[in-house]
């Protein structure tokens, strides 16, 4: 991986490593601290010392070890801004995914999906999107979710700087 391509990215996914190194944490930080957003997705077998050094750069929030326990998708935060306006109402008789385990958060702030025992799927810490669960086959079946679609879109979108529609060059 070449470091300094980063800074160029708009959207950087970590999606199922196992080990997050020193030099790509730092590397992302910056990225982080300039604007750009990250979401970071646990592996089931990941180091939870070196996840937590990535959560500890936007938050004082830490994950916990894993927790094998089949857990549903129940909670949508319909105001959040990447839920906003995706749904024309708020859905009751949805066919909830499910996590097989997860790593327990103690925030339950800024949470945008979260389980049924109110503890958090995907959280937002200021410019760090974390998922607490590996989306993995095996692991969840968020993927076949309608809405892994909407989640990532708006993630994305978010990422993107769009330019002014206009400027005063006067008064």
């Keep these: 991986l070449d470091y300094s391509q980063i800074k160029t990215q708009n959207l950087i996914v970590l999606n199922g490593l196992s080990q997050i190194s020193v030099a790509l944490k730092n590397s ?3 990225f982080m601290n300039t604007g750009g957003i990250v979401v970071m997705i ?4 990941g ?15 830490q994950l916990e070890p ?9 909670n949508i935060a319909f105001n959040h801004p990447i839920l906003k306006n995706v749904f024309e ?3 009751t008789n949805f066919q909830y995914p499910k996590v097989q385990c997860y790593f327990p958060m103690s925030n339950t702030t800024n949470s945008i999906l979260s389980f049924e025992n109110q503890q958090v799927f995907l959280v937002q810490f200021k410019s760090l999107f974390v ?23 708006n993630i994305g979108r978010s990422s993107l700087k769009t330019p002014p529609l206009y400027y005063w060059i006067g008064a």
């Design 89 to 91: 109402e708020k859905v």
């Design 42 to 45: 646990p592996a089931k077998n």
């Design 66 to 74: 894993l927790k094998i326990q089949e857990k549903r998708i129940t």
């Design 28 to 30: 992302l930080e910056a």
């Design 131 to 153: 998922f607490t669960a590996p989306l993995e086959t095996e692991a969840s079946n968020f993927i076949n979710s309608p809405l892994i679609v909407p989640t990532f879109y």
């Design 47 to 61: 180091n939870l010392k070196s996840y937590n050094q990535i959560l500890a750069t936007q938050t004082s929030n």
